[in-house]
């Protein structure tokens, strides 16, 4: 008994289909009006930047260590783990998938900040 169409390839399927028979794609529920949604893939697309601008802002921070810089250059090294604490909380507060990792990257950011503002105080 086919009574809807897959949102991905718009072959007939069972209404309580959990998974396409013919592309394979996992289907969201039936909504108000009878059809399927499209269930939004999750994706890596912020916990991994977070990970890559703490790892950048740690690396950062240590190679400056015991350098004189200005404070445009100390300006331009803070916002390295500003971007990484943004993006690791907007991983973490949005996508289910990663958010330990947006979790991760968001706190070797902090860190990178926090060596980054002590740079500057010295």
């Known amino acids: 008994m086919e009574n809807s169409r897959c949102p991905y390839c718009r072959e007939g399927i069972k209404t309580e289909a959990i998974l396409c028979r013919h ?45 004189y810089l200005s404070w445009d250059e100390m300006a331009g090294l803070m ?24 979790i991760v990257g968001c706190a070797m950011s902090a860190l990178g900040l926090i060596v980054a503002i002590l740079l500057l105080i010295d």
């Open 79 to 102: 916002v390295i783990p500003l971007f990484g604490i943004i993006t690791g909380l907007s991983g973490a507060l949005i996508q289910a998938k990663g958010r330990n990792t947006a």
């Open 23 to 67: 592309c394979h794609s996992r289907l969201g529920a039936v909504g108000a009006h009878g059809r399927r949604r499209a269930l939004s893939p999750e994706t890596w697309w912020l916990p991994i930047p977070a990970v890559v601008f703490g790892l950048l802002s740690l690396f950062c921070s240590w190679s400056t260590a015991g350098v």
